[in-house]
């Protein structure tokens, strides 16, 4: 891990793998990049992969403010732009994909290529943890996550060591960026209503979602033109969790189908 300062003075953390094709992956609200462990070994050589902490989690600053999806957005160009990187692919998982849709719609120039996993057409109108997160402590107790977790049903597939990396890096995130950030996803506009999506995109989801309605991976495919979906059964809403080595396999494929 590296600690990259941008122009606006916010310190980021970040894990930066291997050389070649720059790729940017994009962590869920309430994670940190220990979550994208599994998929960063399963990647292919020749890949430069960067997965930063977000701001407000893990070792990366964690400001009162500057928790909306433009700001996130803008943190992830801010990265670009301190690493002299002038495009590079973007993957996000679930709410990770939804800020990679916003730096595709705003800033379609920075990017050779988008994936989303797992990720949201729309959350808009859309509040399934509202009342769970406004009790949260402070700080933000194991409590408090097994609560969370709780209403999130993550199935019996997913490591049981895995998970409790997650919920120890989980207690890092305050009490006030678990809040902000979700209500800065929930009242965000979704960004294939905001912008158009132009870049070449690969969009992956789970046949059985139980978090976001199953049919919003093929919406959001047919929001952005000439999208590939690409949907996996028996998986749920946690695509990333529950298949890695498929995730891996079809993500690595469309690198090199572009490159």
């Known amino acids: 891990m590296k600690a990259v300062r941008l122009a ?71 990265l670009l732009d301190a690493l002299d990187l002038p495009v590079a692919w973007v993957v996000g998982s ?14 379609p120039d920075r990017l050779l290529g988008l994936v989303l996993v797992g990720a949201p057409r729309s959350l808009s109108g859309i509040d399934p943890l509202g009342a769970i997160l406004e009790g949260f402590h402070d700080p933000v107790t194991p409590a408090d996550l097994a609560a969370l977790n709780g209403r999130l049903a993550l199935p019996d597939t997913i490591p049981r060591d895995f998970l409790a990396v997650q919920d120890a890096a989980a207690l890092t995130i305050p009490r006030h960026v678990w809040l902000a950030g979700y209500r800065g996803l929930v009242q965000a506009t979704p960004p294939t209503e905001s912008g158009r999506i132009v870049t070449r995109t690969l969009v992956l989801g789970g046949a059985d979602d139980e978090l976001l309605d199953p049919t919003q991976a093929a919406e959001l495919a047919a929001a952005i033109p000439g999208s590939r979906l690409v949907i996996y059964e028996r998986t749920g809403h946690f695509v990333l969790w529950e298949r890695p080595e498929r995730v891996a396999r079809d993500l690595g494929e469309f690198i090199a189908a572009g490159a």
């Open 8 to 78: 606006d003075g916010l310190r980021l953390f970040v894990r930066d793998r291997g050389t070649g094709t720059p790729v940017l992956l994009l962590h869920a609200w309430g994670e940190t990049h220990r979550a994208l462990d599994r998929l960063v070994e399963l990647l292919p050589d020749g890949l430069r992969v960067l997965a930063p902490d977000q701001r407000g989690v893990g070792g990366s600053d964690k400001p009162g403010r500057g928790y909306r999806l433009e700001d996130a957005a803008s943190d992830v160009i801010g």
């Open 94 to 107: 679930s709410s990770g994909g939804y800020v990679a849709q916003q730096v595709a719609a705003s800033h």
